[in-house]
Nanobody, 124 residues
Framework: VQLVESGGGSAQAGGSLRLSCAAS????????MAWFRQAPGKEVEWVAG???????????SYADSVKGRFTISRDSAKNTVYLQMNTLKPEDTALYYC????????????????WGPGTQVTVS
């Protein structure tokens, strides 16, 4: 199982970035996907998650701090999950990680056995 994030970078407050996470090495559609982030000196924080259900029933959830600004989505044909980040704030500055797990969704990082190396997002 391999996850590789991309799309990070620098943005002005109020701007947008889109993160991508390319997955390989497993049955992508059967896994729940999530984005976490870790700011300097802080613990890892769950940002958003999306279930493994067929698209008609796919459910997304968000941390209160990003609700209404971030959107998680997945493209099964490309084995990729995205995080569209709008109206960015300086407090969104962090290293963003993509993670995967089988079974039910979770907000706990310890429940996710598979992680990407992370992509840095800096908002000024």
């Amino acid at each position: 199982v391999q996850l590789v994030e991309s799309g990070g970078g620098s943005a002005q407050a109020g701007g947008s970035l889109r993160l991508s996470c390319a997955a390989s090495g497993y049955i992508y559609s059967s896994y729940c996907m999530a984005w976490f982030r870790q700011a300097p000196g802080k613990e890892v924080e769950w940002v958003a998650g999306i279930t493994s259900l067929p698209s008609l029933f796919r459910a997304a959830s968000y941390a209160d701090s990003v609700k209404g600004r971030f959107t998680i989505s997945r493209d099964s044909a490309k084995n990729t999950v995205y995080l569209q980040m709008n109206t960015l704030k300086p407090e969104d500055t962090a290293l963003y990680y993509c993670a995967a797990k089988r079974g039910a969704s979770s907000l706990r990082g310890n429940d996710f056995p598979y992680w990407g190396p992370g992509t840095q997002v800096t908002v000024s």
